[in-house]
């Protein structure tokens, strides 16, 4: 569970109603409720975002609202010590003996690469097959982003044309001078809708989303040097170093002797 995805999502809830309570009091939450403004952002925000994706990419954006409060993926730092352990390894007893060694590794990613460094695959051919698996993941990762980017740009978009529907309503109605103030802030929800669908909602899980693609992204491009550079026999040590590149210095500091000194 992402801690701050949740504490984030909780507090602009708790923040709305202070907001709410402190300027009106309790009994003002009646007046940010309007099913018809609900209808018109939400639902047509969505419909504007359907069009725009297929019918499977919109429902897979929809899904991925989980990954939002999911934890973030493997630390580069431990996906370098599992490299330094393979060649360890590698090194000591032979490529073939990391066949054995991956059997208890969980990432699929680094256990596909093992496999492929176990059976003599070119190396060329390993870094092709490897970085392919690396594009695709990223554009299936694009994919879903572009379905929350599409929502924070048509959620602010609908509240307008929600607002623009009361507006009309209202200036039908202009006669009645007691009923301008009501409809006004009837009309003013779907814009207050739209905003809260972009701010609160969409662009928080567009940026955590572009995160863990980012982190997911360095940990294969470490992943893809590190195997290369065992199968090409580099001393562990070597290959410690060449990763550690890929953390920042505050990292490398953190994470000390990776244990590419063992013989």
């Not at 690396?134 to 299936?140: A, E, M, Q, S």
């Amino acid at each position: 569970m992402d801690i701050a995805s949740l504490v984030g999502i909780i507090l602009g809830v708790v923040m709305m109603i202070l907001g709410i309570v402190t300027s009106g009091g309790v009994e003002a939450f009646g007046n940010f409720v309007d099913v018809p403004s609900i209808f018109v952002t939400i639902g047509g925000s969505l419909s504007s975002t359907l069009g725009a994706n297929k019918l499977p990419d919109f429902i897979n954006g929809l899904k991925s609202i989980s990954l939002h409060f999911k934890g973030t993926t493997s630390d580069p730092s431990e996906i370098i010590k599992s490299i330094i352990n393979l060649s360890n390894v590698g090194r000591k007893e032979g490529l073939l003996a990391l066949e054995e060694a991956a059997n208890g590794i969980e990432d699929d990613f680094l256990k596909k690469g093992i496999m492929l460094v176990v059976d003599g695959t070119d190396p060329e051919l390993v870094r092709g097959i490897l970085e392919t698996d690396l594009v695709c993941v990223g554009d299936r990762h694009k994919t879903v982003i572009a379905f929350w980017e599409k929502w924070a740009e048509m959620g602010p978009a609908w509240g307008m044309i929600g607002t623009l529907l009361g507006l009309v309503n209202m200036l039908k109605k202009l006669d009645d001078l007691a009923a301008v103030g009501p409809n006004m802030a009837v009309a003013l929800l779907t814009t207050l809708y739209g905003s809260v669908i972009a701010n609160w909602l969409c662009n928080p899980v567009i940026s955590k989303l572009k995160g863990k693609d980012a982190l997911e992204t360095i940990n294969r491009q470490i992943t893809i040097e590190g195997l290369l550079s065992i199968q090409a026999g580099e001393n562990p040590r070597v290959i410690e170093e060449k990763l550690k590149s890929f953390l920042a210095p505050a990292q490398r500091n953190a994470m000390g002797d990776g244990g590419g000194g063992d013989e």
